[in-house]
């Protein structure tokens, strides 16, 4: 069974920096592109970067680009997020998820980012 | 960006009942469309990927059609369970893009 577990979430002030991780279990890992999507509170879904399976292909949402930095280890089955400039609007609970085929296969349960001071 | 917009952004349907939500591209995305459901405090699970081909483990209620730009997803007879907000997303070309979701709810 697939498990992507993601943590490093909380609440930072406006300006501030986090880094989120994604440990995954029950896939090779390696051979998975990998995105971060996100959900502010009430909110629709909203897909933000992915990276593939080699690290050699990133994207990134514009309202994202230049702040945050998806990056992998996969010595380490793990995904990273870090996101710096933090604004409110980054306020959201952020999903790793694996893809192939063009489908987001497998979700973590989420990690809570809280921007405010 | 490809823009995606579903409808409707709710509805209201009993145990038992035919449920269909569309959603449209902006573009043409061929068959690059795919459904998410999810109930609240969790995240979401794939059912229906490449518009039509249901994903392991997703009971054979749950069905989706077309192709370009108008595309269909149907719960034939639902079921308590399904109750949920669904998502249809575009996975043609970066960024990848969600329609804003169809709140499903019971009458």
């Known amino acids: 069974e697939v498990q992507l577990v993601e943590s490093g979430g909380g609440l930072v002030q406006p300006g501030g920096s986090l880094r989120l991780s994604c440990a995954a279990s029950g896939l090779t890992f390696s051979t998975y592109?990998?995105?971060?999507?996100?959900?502010a509170p009430g909110k629709g879904l909203e897909w933000i970067s992915h990276i593939s399976s080699s690290s050699n292909s990133i994207y990134y949402a514009d309202?994202?680009?230049?702040?945050?930095?998806?990056s992998r280890d996969n010595a380490k089955n793990s995904l990273y997020l870090q996101m710096n400039s933090l604004r409110a609007e980054d306020t959201a609970v952020y999903y790793c998820a694996n893809s192939g085929n063009y489908r987001l296969e497998s979700w973590g349960q989420g990690t809570l980012v809280t921007v405010s001071s | 960006?490809?823009?995606?917009?579903q409808s409707p952004s709710s509805l209201s349907a009993s145990v038992g009942d035919r449920v269909t939500i569309t959603c449209r591209a902006s573009q043409s995305i061929s068959t690059y469309l795919n459904w998410y459901q999810q109930k609240p405090g969790k995240a979401p699970e794939l059912l229906i990927y490449l518009a039509s081909s249901l994903q392991s483990g997703v009971p054979s209620r749950f069905?989706?059609?077309?192709s370009g730009t108008d595309f269909t997803l149907t719960i034939s007879s639902l079921q308590p369970e399904d109750f949920a907000a669904y998502y249809c997303q575009q996975s043609s070309s970066i960024p990848w893009t969600f329609g804003q979701g169809t709140k499903v709810e019971v009458k």
């Open chain 1, 33 to 39: 592109n990998m995105n971060w999507v996100r959900q």
């Open chain 1, 63 to 70: 309202s994202v680009k230049g702040r945050f930095t998806i």
């Open chain 2, 1 to 5: 960006d490809i823009q995606m917009t």
């Open chain 2, 63 to 66: 069905s989706g059609s077309g």
